[in-house]
């Protein structure tokens, strides 16, 4: 998350050094490109602010609900227990991949450090 911050503040920094450039130094093609990349950095930026933390709370609340029903359930053999162990796969691949994320990604992840907490289905 701390990343993106970064991220926005660089865009922030591009955009107002390209209004700069406009009135400084009278560039008609350097001035407009940097402005653009500015805006679309904070732009980017910003939805990703405002977006990530909510869906990814939403998952994490969702796979926590799943794994206990899961784990809780008992389960018919048949069809029933084909479905809840197609759902265990896709829950547990959700958690590898943002725990792979995490890890990989480290300050530009929008995960909370509580992701790594969480355990795989068994």
């Given at each position: 998350?701390?990343?993106?911050?970064?991220?926005?503040?660089?865009?922030?920094?591009?955009?107002?050094?390209?209004?700069?450039?406009?009135?400084?130094?009278?560039?008609?093609?350097?001035?407009?490109?940097?402005?653009?990349?500015?805006?679309?950095?904070?732009?980017?930026?910003?939805?990703?602010?405002?977006?990530?933390?909510?869906?990814?709370?939403?998952?994490?609340?969702?796979?926590?609900?799943?794994?206990?029903?899961?784990?809780?359930?008992i389960s018919v053999p048949g069809y029933e227990d084909i479905a809840t162990t197609t759902m265990k796969i896709e829950l547990n691949s959700w958690v590898y991949e943002a725990q792979w994320a995490k890890e990989y990604w480290g300050m530009f992840s929008m995960y909370p450090d509580s992701i790594m907490e969480l355990e795989p289905i068994q």
């Open positions: 998350m701390i990343g993106w911050l970064i991220v926005l503040g660089v865009g922030v920094v591009i955009s107002v050094l390209s209004i700069v450039a406009v009135f400084e130094w009278d560039s008609e093609i350097i001035a407009p490109m940097t402005l653009t990349i500015g805006v679309l950095g904070i732009v980017t930026a910003g939805i990703n602010l405002i977006t990530a933390p909510i869906a990814i709370k939403s998952a994490m609340a969702k796979f926590t609900r799943q794994k206990e029903y899961i784990e809780n359930h």
